[in-house]
């Protein structure tokens, strides 16, 4: 140490909430005349070694303390708790894991695969599904063969016979009555137009003319009666032929058509209760074999809940009554008498050592060296 004093920059205020620590600082100089530049408080070498010795004494306890609690933690870690917990470890959670995976956990799933799922499986396979389709294939194969083939034949023999039988003969009636009424009615009647229009121009017309030019009643009268014997001879008598002629063609027409119509309603009559015996037939046939599956599966479902589920089921609850629970007792008594005494006694030695010793430790010395190193430190202007 020099008598050269030391320039230090002026000590903090202490926090409010803090209790302040005693400082010992020079009185402020009066304010000099001249400008200046020395700093506002200067301390002495005195005071700077006296700060530093209640530093060391503070300080190097608690340290010291700090180091031997350190110390004492990991002996305690490293030859009590962590032995503790590899015995744990090793000789009881170990041993009770590979018992309970091997002895529990691995028969288990053996009997679930091998005594429910694979008979589960076996018999939704061959008791349900393959029955069921079957079934299905059953009923495509009946629906095909009784109703769709027989209901295309059927079409296709109505469509012949409508076609044979009404269609064909229609036309040819139609062709018939068509020549007929050309050869005889409408040829006929051309003729006797055109020698009516000749008879009218020659006859009629040409005497009009002249009696109109002549102005004689009884060649009008005369050529009148003429008139009406032409029409009654030439006129009336062959309409009435050709209208004797037509009438048996037209009854016979009239009968050929009434019979048809009759034998069509008939054909039809009779297709609708071929169709409803062969729908109401089929539709029997299905609800009895839906209702005969449903009962064959029900009575397979019954058997085999009976003669396999049922007893499946009671040989697990024994094999649960007299083997599982059992272990699950002895496992659940060995934990009680063996770690549950061991982890009470661990918890009521660390209530009665550690806790109290770390409670004193942290109120008589952690605090007040936290206290004491804080306030040397604010002293020395190294905490702000």
């Known amino acids: 140490m020099t008598d050269r004093p030391t320039i230090r920059p002026p000590l903090p205020v ?11 600082t020079l009185a402020p100089r009066a304010p000099s005349a001249g400008p200046t530049t020395e700093p ?33 933690g990991r002996l305690l870690h490293r030859h009590l708790l962590s032995p503790a917990g590899r015995l744990l470890r090793d000789w009881l959670l170990a041993p009770l894991v590979w018992a309970l995976h091997r002895l529990l956990w691995r028969p288990l799933v053996w009997c679930a695969h091998t005594l429910l799922w694979l008979p589960l499986t076996w018999a939704a396979r061959n008791l349900v599904w393959l029955p069921l389709v079957w079934l299905g294939r059953g009923a495509a194969w009946v629906a095909r063969t009784l109703v769709w083939l027989p209901l295309v034949w059927l079409g296709r023999g109505v469509a012949w016979v409508a076609r044979t039988l009404v269609w064909l003969p229609l036309v040819w009636l139609g062709r018939g009555v068509a020549w007929v009424a050309r050869t005889l009615v409408w040829s006929p009647l051309v003729w006797l137009a055109v020698a009516l229009a000749w008879v009218v121009r020659t006859v009629v ?15 009008l009268v005369a ?17 009435r032929w050709v209208g004797a002629a037509l009438t048996p063609v037209g009854r016979l027409l009239w ?20 169709i409803r015996w062969v729908v109401v037939g089929f539709g029997r046939l299905v609800v009895a ?22 007893p499946i089921g009671l040989a697990l609850r024994w094999l649960w009554r007299h083997t599982v629970r059992p ?33 004193w430790t942290r109120r008589a010395v952690l605090d007040p060296a936290r206290v004491a190193s804080r306030e040397v430190l604010s002293a020395l202007g190294l905490r702000r």
């Open 14 to 24: 202490p926090p409010v909430d803090r209790p302040a620590a005693p400082t010992v």
């Open 223 to 239: 050529l009148g009666r003429a008139l009406v014997q032409l029409v009654e001879h030439l006129v009336r008598r062959p309409l």
């Open 205 to 219: 017309w040409s005497p009009l003319v002249w009696l109109a030019r002549s102005g004689l009643r009884p060649p």
């Open 327 to 359: 272990l699950l007792v002895g496992v659940r008594w060995v934990w009680s008498v063996t770690v549950v005494p061991v982890a009470r006694g661990l918890r009521a030695v660390w209530r009665a050592t550690v806790t109290p010793a770390a409670r």
């Open 40 to 72: 506002a408080t200067v301390e002495f070498p005195l005071v700077a070694a006296l700060a530093r010795g209640v530093a060391l004494v503070f300080v190097l306890p608690v340290r010291l303390i700090w180091e031997l609690i350190a110390a004492t």
């Open 255 to 274: 009968r050929g058509v009434g019979l048809l119509v009759g034998a069509m309603g008939a054909a039809l009559v009779g297709l609708a209760r071929g």
């Open 289 to 310: 074999a839906v209702v005969a599956a449903w009962r064959t599966a029900g009575w397979v479902l019954r058997m085999v809940y009976r003669l396999l589920l049922r």
